[in-house]
């Protein structure tokens, strides 16, 4: 029977000999931690290490097993295959005795204060996981205390990575960063990057200002940097207040022509508040890369199923993808038209309340305020020569607005007048023909095209038109497939791009226009792009980077405002849905602005 037994068991196992027997997991570790005791009792141990005059006795084996270095040293015909005692040139003491102990431990006490001995060692005996361990080190140690320090030694170990994300962290804190000693002993070559980046965040231009003024105070043979380093900060951008307290009294820029001029440039910009739309330079340029989407009052539905308008402003983050209110209009306003013009926010026309049995019948405004985001001030200009709402107006790369059709008191219109920021009026151009009402515009290559609209003849337009300031002439294009009324314009890589709008259909019916078109100026042609997933009429819209995003509007399916935020990329012809807006709304104007990244909303949703 045992003898039966023996011989079944044998089988047994030969038929299982294809499923390896597996050691426990604590083997590797047990198996490491046993020649660590050898390398530390100096057992077995074959070669000597040298470096700083001190010597680490270790096995060839392990070495080789773990550097490549180490491996191409004792596996090839080099000199030091041989030998007992092989002194290392290249890394200190410290980093080779931390390398070694990782090599026989798996583990490794990085510290600040050493980090930079192991970069050094790891890399020059391409210890390649301990190299990856040094760079996470680095990365989840990065401070404002340390930001610099980091990004000078990620430089000298030409790891670009870890110095792109030191750089970031530095410009992301730099209200911390320039209270340390390391920014004070910057050069001037690392210096001006940061001080002429968009992405400087938790500073004031006031406070670059006196931070550089600063370091070129803590060292007397830095002041004939002083004009070039000046040049960096954005004077145009401190409040006037802080001009006169920081800025004018300070002896560099009394003596200093260079310095004095860029007073003068600051000056000149508060004194002439209705020119500063056309006063751009790099230096009135907001400190941040990524532009804002505004949604612009509107007429939003009430909890009682009533409808009002609306004085809100609201702005996109694209970082939590919510909305924000970013401020509110002195008054409200609804089936207005707004413009940027060197990135102050035009506000014009519409009305303040939606018409009905008690609030009466439409009265369109003529009024236009100017919006600063810097200062996060309004300003009234000049009002238009007529009260005007459902209109488009737009901004020419000539520095002027120009407000086109819409409805006015009496009915719709067919005027045409443009604003001149330097003399603050109003004056009618050459009216466009019929009036129109409900159309859509944009600028493309310096010219304003005009598309659709609502006419006394026709109904809806499907017709477009194109105005050349520089001329003061109108002319027609090719007209697009589809009429629309109350629809979207936007100019996206060098095209134009119509959504949205409803049209009569055959039964005399209003009805939603689905599809999307696209118009080519150099061969004045339109296509058809990817449908609108959701139709929408009475919509905003505007351009972020290459995203059309067409928000709100009127519903004429469900027969109520939308809250509805769509996407359109125009790299890759696709439509996506976004989070909704926080109220329904139509009527609303949108826009695209360079919001201060130190600015902060005043409530979220």
Same mark, same amino acid.
């Given at each position: 029977?045992?003898?039966?037994?023996?011989?079944?068991?044998?089988?047994?196992?030969?038929?299982?000999?294809?499923?390896? $027997?597996?050691?426990?997991?604590?083997?590797?570790?047990?198996?490491?931690?046993?020649?660590?005791?050898?390398?530390?009792?100096?057992?077995?141990?074959?070669?000597?290490?040298?470096?700083?005059?001190?010597?680490?006795?270790?096995?060839?084996?392990?070495?080789?097993?773990?550097?490549?270095?180490?491996?191409?040293? $004792?596996?090839?015909?080099?000199?030091?295959?041989?030998?007992?005692?092989?002194?290392?040139?290249?890394?200190?003491?410290?980093?080779?005795?931390?390398?070694?102990?990782?090599?026989?431990?798996?583990?490794?006490?990085?510290?600040?204060?050493?980090?930079?001995?192991?970069?050094?060692?790891?890399?020059?005996?391409?210890?390649?996981?301990?190299?990856?361990?040094?760079?996470?080190?680095?990365?989840?140690?990065?401070?404002?205390?340390? *930001?610099? &320090?980091?990004?000078?030694?990620?430089?000298?170990?030409?790891?670009?990575?870890?110095?792109?994300?030191?750089?970031?962290?530095?410009l992301r804190t730099f209200g911390l960063v320039i209270k340390t000693k390391d920014f004070l002993e910057l050069s001037i070559e690392k210096l001006?990057?940061?001080?002429?980046?968009?992405?400087?965040?938790?500073?004031?231009?006031?406070?670059?200002?006196? &931070?550089?003024?600063?370091?070129?105070?803590?060292?007397?043979?830095?002041?004939?940097?002083?004009?070039?380093?000046?040049?960096?900060?954005?004077?145009?951008?401190?409040?006037? %207040?802080?001009?006169?307290?920081?800025?004018?009294?300070?002896?560099?820029?009394?003596?200093?022509?260079?310095?004095?001029? /860029?007073? /003068?440039?600051?000056?000149?910009?508060?004194?002439? *508040?209705?020119?500063?739309?056309?006063?751009?330079?790099?230096?009135?340029?907001?400190?941040?890369?990524?532009?804002?989407?505004?949604?612009?009052?509107?007429?939003?539905?009430?909890?009682?199923?009533?409808?009002?308008?609306?004085?809100?402003?609201?702005?996109?983050?694209?970082?939590?993808?919510?909305?924000?209110?970013?401020?509110?209009?002195?008054?409200?306003?609804?089936?207005?038209?707004?413009?940027?013009?060197?990135?102050?926010?035009?506000?014009?026309?519409?009305?303040?309340?939606? =018409?009905?049995?008690?609030?009466?019948?439409?009265?369109?405004?003529?009024?236009?305020?100017?919006?600063?985001?810097?200062?996060?001030?309004?300003? #009234?200009?000049?009002?238009?020569?007529?009260?005007?709402?459902?209109?488009? /107006?737009?901004?020419?790369?000539? +520095?002027?607005?120009?407000?086109?059709? %819409?409805?006015?008191?009496? +009915?719709?219109?067919?005027?045409?007048?443009?604003?001149?920021?330097?003399?603050?009026?109003?004056?009618?151009?050459?009216?466009?023909?019929? =009036?129109?009402?409900?159309?859509?515009?944009?600028?493309?290559?310096?010219?304003?095209?005009?598309?659709?609209? +609502?006419?006394?003849?026709?109904?809806?337009?499907?017709?477009?038109?194109?105005?050349?300031?520089?001329?003061?002439?109108?002319?027609?294009?090719?007209?697009?497939?589809?009429?629309?009324? +109350?629809?979207?314009?936007?100019?996206?890589?060098?095209?134009?791009?119509?959504?949205?709008?409803?049209?009569?259909? %055959?039964?005399?019916?209003?009805?939603?226009?689905?599809?999307?078109?696209?118009?080519?100026?150099?061969?004045?042609?339109?296509?058809?792009?990817?449908?609108?997933?959701?139709?929408?009429?009475?919509?905003?819209?505007?351009?972020? #980077?290459?995203?059309?995003?067409?928000?709100?509007?009127?519903?004429?399916?469900?027969?109520?405002?939308?809250?509805?935020?769509?996407?359109?990329?125009? /790299?890759?012809?696709?439509?996506?849905? *976004?989070?909704?807006? =926080?109220?329904?709304?139509?009527?609303?104007?949108?826009?695209?602005?360079?919001?201060?990244?130190?600015?902060?909303?005043?409530?979220?949703?």
């Amino acid at each position: 029977m045992s003898s039966d037994a023996d011989r079944a068991l044998c089988s047994s196992l030969s038929h299982s000999q294809h499923q390896p $027997f597996k050691l426990a997991g604590t083997h590797s570790a047990s198996l490491l931690r046993t020649l660590n005791e050898l390398r530390e009792s100096e057992v077995l141990t074959d070669v000597s290490l040298v470096a700083d005059s001190q010597t680490f006795h270790v096995h060839k084996v392990v070495m080789a097993s773990a550097s490549d270095y180490f491996r191409a040293m $004792f596996t090839t015909d080099m000199r030091e295959k041989e030998q007992q005692v092989i002194e290392l040139h290249g890394v200190t003491a410290k980093g080779l005795r931390l390398v070694i102990e990782y090599i026989y431990t798996s583990e490794v006490p990085l510290e600040e204060d050493n980090v930079r001995d192991v970069l050094d060692a790891a890399s020059h005996l391409q210890v390649l996981p301990l190299l990856e361990k040094c760079k996470n080190f680095m990365l989840t140690k990065l401070s404002s205390n340390n *930001c610099l &320090a980091m990004a000078r030694l990620a430089e000298a170990m030409n790891l670009d990575k870890i110095e792109a994300a030191a750089r970031k962290y530095c410009l992301r804190t730099f209200g911390l960063v320039i209270k340390t000693k390391d920014f004070l002993e910057l050069s001037i070559e690392k210096l001006l990057p940061l001080l002429e980046s968009d992405d400087v965040l938790g500073c004031t231009e006031t406070g670059l200002f006196l &931070a550089a003024l600063k370091w070129l105070e803590h060292d007397p043979c830095r002041h004939e940097h002083a004009a070039q380093l000046m040049s960096r900060v954005r004077f145009p951008l401190m409040p006037p %207040g802080d001009l006169v307290r920081y800025v004018q009294g300070n002896a560099l820029f009394q003596t200093d022509e260079d310095c004095k001029a /860029l007073l /003068l440039e600051a000056s000149r910009y508060h004194n002439s *508040c209705l020119m500063q739309p056309v006063l751009q330079s790099t230096r009135t340029q907001v400190r941040t890369s990524q532009p804002t989407l505004l949604v612009v009052g509107g007429t939003r539905m009430l909890s009682n199923g009533g409808v009002d308008a609306s004085k809100d402003i609201l702005c996109h983050d694209p970082k939590t993808n919510k909305w924000n209110k970013l401020t509110e209009l002195s008054g409200k306003r609804s089936h207005h038209s707004v413009a940027v013009l060197g990135n102050f926010l035009y506000v014009a026309g519409g009305q303040d309340r939606w =018409p009905g049995p008690r609030n009466g019948k439409k009265k369109p405004q003529s009024s236009v305020l100017r919006y600063d985001p810097v200062h996060d001030k309004w300003f #009234k200009i000049a009002s238009m020569n007529q009260s005007r709402m459902s209109f488009f /107006l737009g901004a020419s790369v000539y +520095g002027r607005l120009f407000a086109v059709g %819409g409805i006015g008191p009496e +009915g719709r219109l067919a005027s045409v007048e443009s604003y001149d920021p330097e003399t603050n009026e109003w004056s009618f151009v050459t009216a466009f023909g019929e =009036p129109r009402s409900g159309h859509a515009g944009a600028e493309l290559r310096g010219k304003l095209y005009i598309s659709g609209g +609502g006419t006394e003849s026709m109904g809806v337009e499907n017709t477009v038109l194109v105005f050349d300031p520089s001329e003061d002439e109108w002319a027609a294009r090719a007209s697009m497939y589809a009429p629309r009324d +109350g629809h979207q314009m936007v100019s996206l890589r060098d095209r134009l791009f119509v959504f949205g709008g409803v049209h009569y259909n %055959g039964h005399g019916q209003l009805i939603h226009v689905h599809r999307t078109e696209c118009y080519d100026p150099d061969s004045d042609q339109w296509t058809n792009v990817k449908m609108m997933p959701f139709p929408q009429c009475y919509a905003g819209a505007a351009v972020v #980077k290459h995203h059309i995003f067409v928000v709100g509007g009127f519903s004429w399916l469900k027969r109520k405002c939308s809250k509805s935020v769509q996407q359109y990329d125009g /790299l890759h012809d696709n439509w996506v849905k *976004c989070p909704d807006l =926080p109220e329904f709304m139509d009527g609303v104007a949108c826009a695209t602005l360079f919001i201060p990244s130190n600015r902060k909303p005043t409530s979220t949703w």
